[in-house]
Every structure is written in structure tokens, then in C-alpha cells.
């Protein structure tokens, strides 16, 4: 059975706080995303990696950092929490492209920044 | 950039019966594949249906299944025989080498 793991289900932060959600899938995946997830708006990506040390960015960085020094782990870092990124964030890997390559997702996680 | 549109932010439907969710996509591209994924409420996002585009043969994944219109860049979801499970979030998603483009989501309502 695949599995992608986040850390966390829930967290709560002060503004000002340094953020880590990490991300972790089983299955030898090449590609790893970050997402944030806020009703109305659907998945919007932050960054993503193609391979360890590999890092591209998404359509909202801002704000946020990622770390990827394993192939199966994919950390995202908010280096100073704000209140405006208050959302769910959803991790995902898949394998490159080819064949039937969908992403598969994480629970996901609830931030909340007060 | 590709977009994705889901122009139905909220659909309803009584349980047996069948219900269409609409996706539209916009891509210059003519290798690409297309996904509907389903998340239900506080749960993990799983897939429902894949569809390549150089298939014309439309997908079915049992109750589930896909009305794929290339030349008109459309890609809707039909569900038979719905289910309350059937209740969830259901995202319209394309893929075109290492990148995925989402839609907005529809919220399906079962009603009993």
C-alpha cells in the first residue's frame, strides 16, 4: 500500500514562528509537491522537486522555503509565520513522466497561525 | 500556464441517481493525461479515473466515468448510481510532463 505521510494533522503557530511540515512517501518517487489548499481556490503549488537537492518554484513561494536532501522526504519551511498562511497544505509525489503517473497525497496538514 | 476550470462549485444530487461534474482545460499540448481526484470531507485526496489523451476510448472505473472531448479541451466526470460515500470535494486535474494543474473543485452533496 503507497503512503505519503505528513507530520503533522494539525498545528497551531504564533506569527513570527519558524514553520516545519514534512513530508515523507514510500515509494521511490522522483517528483515531490507542496501545496496549500484554501476553499474557492483549490490547490495552489508552492514548490516542488524533481530530485534530492532539486528545487523548483510553484505559483505562491513566497514566504516559504523547501528542503529536499533525501529522496523521500520533502520539507516545507515558513521561516516566519504569518497569519495570511492560515490554510491546509497537501504534499504529493509521483513518479516522472510516462505511462499512468498520477500524484498520490498526504493527509494533509492544518495550519493554523494566530 | 495551463488552467483548469470547473465552472460548478457546488452540484447535489439524490442518492441512485446520476450526476455530471464538468471540467475544461486549456493546453496547446497534444500529449497530456487528465485526472479526477476526490477528497472527502477531512479525508486524504485519493484518485477516482485517469484518462490518456491519445486514447479516444473514454474511461470507466466501475460507477465512475469520464466523457473526454479533445478537440473541445472538456473532461467530465459522470457518477451512477450515487452513493452517500459519494460525497466529497472532486478535483478536474492535468498533467503534461513533471507538472499538474487543478481545478477550483466541485462540492458534491449526496442527498439521501
Known amino acids: 500500500d503507497v503512503k505519503v505521510t505528513q507530520s503533522s494533522r494539525y498545528l497551531v503557530k504564533r506569527t513570527g514562528e519558524k514553520v516545519f511540515l514534512e513530508c515523507v512517501q514510500d515509494?521511490?518517487?522522483?517528483?515531490m509537491f507542496w501545496y496549500r489548499q484554501d476553499p474557492g481556490l483549490g490547490l495552489r503549488l508552492i514548490y516542488f522537486?524533481?530530485?534530492?537537492?532539486?528545487?523548483e518554484k510553484g505559483d505562491i513561494p513566497e514566504g516559504y522555503s523547501v528542503s529536499r536532501e533525501k529522496k523521500e522526504r520533502f520539507s516545507l519551511i515558513l521561516e516566519s509565520a504569518s497569519t495570511n498562511q492560515t490554510s491546509m497544505y497537501l504534499c504529493?509525489?509521483?513518479?516522472?513522466?510516462?505511462?499512468?503517473?498520477?500524484?498520490?497525497f498526504g493527509p494533509g496538514t492544518r495550519l493554523t497561525v494566530l | 500556464a495551463q488552467t483548469v476550470t470547473q465552472s460548478q462549485p457546488e452540484m447535489s444530487v439524490q442518492e441512485a441517481e446520476t450526476v455530471t461534474l464538468s471540467c475544461t482545460y486549456d493546453?496547446?499540448?497534444?500529449?497530456?493525461?487528465l485526472f479526477w481526484y476526490k477528497q472527502p470531507p477531512s479525508r486524504q485526496m485519493i484518485l477516482v479515473i485517469r484518462?490518456?489523451?491519445?486514447?479516444?476510448q473514454n474511461a470507466t472505473e466501475n460507477r465512475f466515468s469520464v466523457n473526454f472531448q479533445k478537440a473541445a479541451k472538456s473532461f467530465s466526470l459522470k457518477i451512477s448510481d450515487s452513493q452517500l460515500g459519494d460525497a466529497a470535494m472532486y478535483f478536474c486535474?492535468?498533467?503534461?510532463?513533471?507538472?499538474?494543474?487543478f481545478g477550483t473543485g466541485t462540492s458534491l452533496t449526496v442527498i439521501p
Open positions: 486535474a492535468y498533467r503534461r510532463r513533471n507538472q499538474f494543474y
Open positions: 493546453t496547446s499540448e497534444s500529449d497530456y493525461y
Open positions: 484518462q490518456e489523451a491519445y486514447k479516444q
Open positions: 522537486s524533481y530530485d534530492v537537492k532539486m528545487k
Open positions: 504529493a509525489s509521483s513518479p516522472p513522466w510516462g505511462g499512468y503517473r498520477e500524484q498520490f
Open positions: 515509494m521511490d518517487h522522483e517528483n
